[in-house]
């Protein structure tokens, strides 16, 4: 049995700004971009990767969530409490340079991490946590 990653989901609430870093900064191409009963789903990925996909929706994207639970995802995502995606990158050092000097907010400069990595982070501008890995060279 072959089973791998597709898609992950990322909540965001300006899909123009979102779309501004993933593509722009972080070189993702757009693969679709949706609107639907209100609502807008964007699709982005890496050349390198065409089997696997980010979809940028909306906080509160179930039809069936009631006003509550839309106001709590929305309260969680401008606290940046939802979700976390980690990249793979050849250099650390670069991407976090290259994010810097957009403007990227700054969680943690490149470090040496005892699990084998150097890594970074960053919070999107929906505030979702964004790592980005370099394997350490053994």
Known sequence: MNVKLSRCFIAVDDHDEALAF???VLGREVRNDVAFEGMRWVTVGSPAQPDVE????PPAANPNASPADKKAMAEL???????GV??????????????????????Q??????????DCAFR???GNLLRFNQPRAR
């Open 22 to 24: 993933y593509r722009d």
């Open 54 to 57: 980010i979809v940028l929706e």
């Open 77 to 83: 995502l401008a606290k940046g409490m939802l979700r």
């Open 86 to 107: 980690i990249f793979s990158t050849d250099d650390c050092d670069a991407t976090f340079e290259r994010i810097r000097a957009v403007g990227g907010e700054v969680l």
């Open 109 to 118: 400069e490149p470090i040496d991490q005892p699990y084998g990595v150097r």
């Open 124 to 126: 999107d501008p929906a």
